[in-house]
Nanobody, 122 residues
């Protein structure tokens, strides 16, 4: 049974940092990604990473501030978020895809975590 469990969310002031973790169990995945959903908005892509970590891709809104990484020995993917802004406030979801190519569309991901809340105060 596949499970993705996120952790690390919380409340932080603007300009601060948070590190999200996503622990996967049940199998390993070539491509992992992070998405987020703010109240009243659609879920949007944040970042994605391939198996080796050699290839990553970010949404323009987070490029240069967020870093996605993974530890395959621990079957865990991370999202380091720096210089946080109030507009980064959302529920952040970890997702896993069976493909080998990076994916930015939510429907391309097969498994999802339950989400973790990130709130950035101004």
């Amino acid at each position: 049974q596949v499970q993705l469990v996120e952790s690390g969310g919380g409340l932080v002031q603007a300009g601060g940092s948070l590190r999200l973790s996503c622990a996967a169990s049940g199998r390993t995945f070539s491509v992992m990604g992070w998405f987020r959903q703010a109240p009243g908005k659609e879920r949007e892509f944040v970042a994605t990473i391939n198996w080796s970590g050699s290839n990553t891709y970010y949404a323009n809104s987070v490029k240069g501030r967020f870093t996605i990484s993974r530890d395959n020995a621990e079957n865990t993917v991370y999202l380091q978020m720096n210089s946080l802004k109030p507009e980064d406030t959302a529920v952040y979801y970890c997702a896993a895809a069976g493909s080998v190519a990076l994916r930015t569309i939510s429907s391309d991901y097969n498994y999802w975590g339950q989400g973790t809340q990130v709130t950035v105060s101004s």
